[in-house]
């Protein structure tokens, strides 16, 4: 059996299985560049300390550089024996500047405060990046809706028609989701930018290191105050993971409604063939496999949300290996999220939309509230102005007409003597949409308003 860096106490060899039960390091060599910064800042303070000499440091220093090359041009070799990326990384160090002065890099450190530091640097990194893309995300949408302000579409309450609205307020209620899962995920970063380093195995540091020196060069924005809860806490994990599950709900939203709007049936959007699939049996198909993915995915996210929040439960104050397990659900739901991000933004900007077909869609019935809200004008109650409407309604069905805006003047008066011929302007769907001007609303001004608040918020950082 390969030697192990903890191998002092231990004689018999190790179960072959246990060792690839053990093994992090098929996943975790994604954390390499993390690792040897940290090593490389840790050394720092351990110089200061004077645990190291200039000459050591520097030489650690040029040797962590040459381990990080190898893995830049996949020309790290790993071995039996190398049990994670800490391990790989620190073995790789001997082997380049000796073990003597590579023997030093550890002291003082545990790998429980190691992988702490690791996981918090990379997961800032990454997330530091899904901030970016969702920006791109969100500008996209923002563009889009600026750009196709005057189409207007039938809004849906339990999929049935209900009201018409801009497409662009549609669009912009999406880029708003995203907005707020952007503001959310700036508040994530600062808790998960605290720093672990210096806290040893769980006790502390026994050579006074100065933590604040390593947070500072290591980009941390402060120290976790208690070493237990440094080298244990894992709630920057689950709170990244409901991130990013709440964030796929949303997209998994978006997805539907686009997959709706691009049946036959609806006929509203067109998605590009480099989002599309064909069947391998149906000539005629063309699939919105890529929302449907979108859609699909949010499952897979929250189940790792979920197992991780199971592998956590009830483990014993600090390090306990369980706490490997964040590894894979964490990384895998956010190359997910990442992914999602940069195809849901290359949907959304290729799609070709069917004004014709939305503005089609848009039916008289709709404007039912719209006729309530006329003789709310003329000062009826809109309890009964509701009721009066919903009898203009039944009227045109039970004459068979194509909507209430086909009842004559007589027939409407016949309902209540109150309407005027001023209720013609009623009939219009653009009138009905201008109408909802206030902050929030569907009209022209109020999108154009929410349009530049998105902006605005996102750019802000
Ligand atoms: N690879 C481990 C992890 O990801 C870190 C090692 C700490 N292990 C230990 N036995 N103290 O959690």
Redesign the pocket.
Known sequence: TPAKLWGGRFTGATDPLMDLYNA?LPY?KKMYAADLHGTAVYTQGLQKLGILSADELSSIQEGLKVVEKEWELGKFVEKPGD??I?TANERRLGEVIGKHIAGKVHTGR???D??ATDMRIFVRETLTTLLEYLSQLIGTIVNRAGQEIDVLMPGYTHLQRAQPIRWAHWLSSYATYFTEDYKRLKELLVRVNQSPLGSG?LAGHPYGIDREFLAENLGFDGVIGNSLVAVSDRDFVVESLFWCSLFMNHISRFSEDLIIYSTAEFGFVKLADAYSTGSSLMPQKKNPDSLELLRGKCGRVFGSLAGFMMSIKSIPST?N?D??E??EPLFDALTTVEHSILIATGVISSLSINKEKMEAALTMDMLATDLADYLVMKGVPFRETHHISGECVSRAEELKLSGIDKLTMEQLQAIDSRFGEDVKDVFNFEASVERRNATGGTAKSAVLKQLELLKKQVKGN
């Open positions: 992090s975790d049990e994670d800490h545990s790998r429980n190691q992988v195995a390090y290996k706490m490997q964040d590894k």
